[in-house]
């Protein structure tokens, strides 16, 4: 089993920045992928940015350029570095661990990301 406890999310203006973290527990060494999803109202959760166990880093092309994502592999952390944040970056923040033989989903309990003036 593997827990994971998020932070970060928030109201923030056109063009603003935010940093979400997500932190795992429990079993850890079997962790292949960590990384972001989102879902806005009325849409399917869908892949923001995933790192795997070997560093190799994808981003959904809504968000590259704009979005990092980071990697603390000692404390089994992932950071999500948010510039330029517009009104459709609206949306429920999920991390999601693939873990496991079977890369089994485990998720965040979500975390509210709102771009607005």
């Known amino acids: 089993q593997v827990q994971l406890v998020e932070s970060g999310g928030g109201l923030v203006q056109p063009g603003g920045s935010l940093r979400l973290s997500c932190a795992a527990s429990g079993s850890t060494f079997g962790i292949n992928a960590m990384g972001w999803y989102r879902q806005a109202p009325g849409n399917q959760r869908g892949l923001v940015a995933v790192i795997t166990r070997g560093g190799s880093i994808s981003y959904s092309d809504s968000v590259k350029g704009r979005f990092t994502l980071s990697r603390d592999g000692a404390e089994n952390t992932v950071y999500l570095q948010m510039n330029s944040l517009q009104p459709e970056d609206t949306a429920v923040y999920y991390c999601?661990?693939?873990?496991?033989?079977?890369?089994?989903?485990?998720w965040g309990q979500g975390t509210q990301v709102t771009v607005s003036s």
């Open positions: 999601n661990v693939k873990a496991g033989i079977r890369s089994q989903n485990y």
